[in-house]
C-alpha cells in the first residue's frame, strides 16, 4: 500500500513569500501530522488534524498554518517566509486519534529553503 | 507539557559492539513510547514501539527496548550493531488519548565503523 506521500520534495523561496505544501496520507489514515526538523531544533511538532479539523497546535507562530480536506489530504501554508524557517518538513498520518495505540508513518518530507 | 530526552548526541561504535540509547520522557499519565529511525536520505521509520504489557519490546531489525515506568525510560538496545545501523534514532511519546501530537527527542546519531 502506498506511503505518506508529500509534495514538492524540494522548494526554494525567497524571504517574504508564501508556500504551500501538500500531504497524502496513507489510504484509511484520518489524522495527519505536521513536523519541522531542524539540525538544531531537531523534530518540531506543528500541528495536527483529524477529520478536517485542527486537533493539536505546537508552539509555532501564526504565519504557519494549515487545513484538511475530505480525502484526509493535508497542506500546510506558510506566509511571508523569514530565513529561519528554511527546514524539512514532515507529514506523518495515522488510523485514529483518541485511541493511542498507533504510530505515525512519516513521508520524505519536502525541503524548503528560503532565501 | 510532555518532553523528551535523548543523552547522547553522537554515538561512534565499531561493527559487533553492543548499543544503548538512552531516553527519558517527562509526562504524567498514560504514554506510548516509539523509537524511530532515520537512514542516510531515507525517511523517519518505526523501530519498535510500546503501549502496554511486556515492558520489554522487540522492533526490526534486532533492536530491543524496555520501558521502566518508575525512571520513566525507555532505552534502545542492540547486541551487535552492524555498519547499516548508521543513522540518526529518535526516541518519542505521545499521551494515551492524543496519539496525533507526538515529542521527540532531539535524536542521536550513530556511526558504526566497520
Known amino acids: 500500500k502506498a506511503g505518506v506521500t508529500q509534495t514538492p520534495r524540494y522548494l526554494i523561496k525567497t524571504r517574504g513569500q508564501q508556500v504551500t505544501l501538500s500531504c497524502s496520507p496513507i489510504?484509511?489514515?484520518?489524522?495527519v501530522s505536521w513536523y519541522q526538523q531542524t539540525p538544531g531544533q531537531g523534530l518540531q511538532f506543528l500541528f495536527e488534524?483529524?477529520?478536517?479539523?485542527?486537533?493539536n497546535k505546537g508552539n509555532f507562530p501564526g504565519r504557519f498554518s494549515g487545513r484538511q480536506f475530505s480525502n484526509s489530504r493535508s497542506e500546510m501554508n506558510v506566509s511571508t517566509l523569514e530565513l529561519g524557517d528554511s527546514a524539512l518538513y514532515l507529514c506523518?498520518?495515522?488510523?485514529?486519534?483518541?485511541?493511542?495505540?498507533?504510530?505515525?508513518?512519516f513521508g520524505q518530507g519536502t525541503r524548503l529553503t528560503v532565501v | 507539557a510532555q518532553s523528551v530526552s535523548q543523552h547522547n548526541h553522537h554515538v561512534i561504535l565499531s561493527e559487533a559492539a553492543s548499543l544503548e540509547l538512552g531516553c527519558n520522557y517527562s509526562?504524567?499519565?498514560?504514554?506510548?513510547l516509539f523509537w524511530y529511525v532515520q537512514y542516510p536520505g531515507q525517511h523517519l521509520q518505526l523501530l519498535l514501539k510500546?503501549?502496554?504489557?511486556?515492558?520489554l519490546v522487540k522492533g526490526i531489525k534486532g533492536f530491543e527496548a524496555e520501558f521502566i515506568k518508575s525512571k520513566f525510560s525507555f532505552n534502545l538496545r542492540k547486541p551487535s550493531v552492524q555498519w547499516s545501523d548508521t543513522a540518526e534514532y529518535f526516541c518519542?511519546?505521545?499521551?494515551?488519548?492524543?496519539?496525533?501530537?507526538?515529542?521527540f527527542g532531539d535524536g542521536t546519531t550513530l556511526t558504526v565503523k566497520p
Open positions: 509526562y504524567g499519565g498514560t504514554v506510548n
Open positions: 506523518a498520518s495515522s488510523r485514529a486519534v483518541g485511541q493511542g495505540n498507533t504510530e505515525a508513518f
Open positions: 488534524y483529524f477529520s478536517e479539523t485542527q486537533r
Open positions: 518519542a511519546v505521545n499521551a494515551g488519548t492524543n496519539a496525533g501530537k507526538s515529542t
Open positions: 489510504s484509511g489514515h484520518r489524522s
Open positions: 510500546y503501549f502496554s504489557g511486556d515492558p
